[in-house]
């Protein structure tokens, strides 16, 4: 029978989870598709530094293709195979981070990151990255956070190296973009690393 206390902590978790402080004047929020509106403002800010690195900074033109991709990304939190929060820095949305890939069954996932250039510095994508290794790792049982990147992206590779992952390798032209196929490094953080930082892991 379930404990109507374990009921009111889950809850209490999830809106944790919706609504994190990260730093002064900063946190993650849930990144849901009536936002659509503020989400493309963030993009049309931030288009051209994010461009050379994520497909949808230039694919998003209108609020209405910002919407269809926000609400992608609920159907696929409604089918546990995923989820999206932004970062807001001072009431303005600077960033956001994914679960890009989330297979429950598996325990593994993949988690991914982006900021504005103004937000830079300050450690915001770090938190909340972590925040997600945090509640994979100790809410959800999962064995395996990945986090994949561009051997260019020194910022992305920073925050892996920060977050006591391991680069496992090179997967060459595994990612389509719109110059053609690109290669990722594959970085990788276990449950048992996590729970150990004397191994190189980061608990929290």
Request: hydrophobic fraction near 45%.
């Amino acid at each position: 029978m379930l404990d109507v206390r374990d009921t009111v902590k889950s809850v209490d978790l999830e809106s944790v989870m919706l609504s994190y402080p990260l730093a002064s004047g900063a946190e993650l929020r849930a990144l849901e598709p009536w936002r659509a509106a503020e989400f493309f403002a963030f993009i049309v800010r931030a288009r051209e530094h994010l461009a050379p690195w994520i497909p949808w900074a230039t694919s998003i033109t209108d609020v209405d293709g910002a919407r269809r991709w926000l609400k992608h990304c609920a159907e696929e939190q409604a089918r546990d195979e995923g989820r999206i929060y932004g970062i807001w820095l001072d009431g303005e949305l600077v960033g956001g981070v994914v679960f890009q890939a989330f297979r429950a069954r598996a325990g593994v996932c993949e988690v991914g990151a982006w900021l504005a250039p103004e937000a830079e510095g300050r450690g915001l994508v770090t938190a909340g990255v972590r925040r997600m290794v945090e509640w994979a790792f100790e809410e959800r049982g999962m064995a395996r956070v990945e986090w994949r990147t561009e051997p260019a992206n020194l910022r992305s590779i920073a925050v892996a190296r920060r977050l006591g992952m391991t680069r496992e390798g090179l997967l060459r032209q595994v990612f389509r973009f719109h110059d053609g196929r690109r290669d990722l490094e594959m970085w990788s953080l276990l449950d048992s690393e996590y729970r150990t930082p004397s191994v190189g892991g980061v608990a929290v």
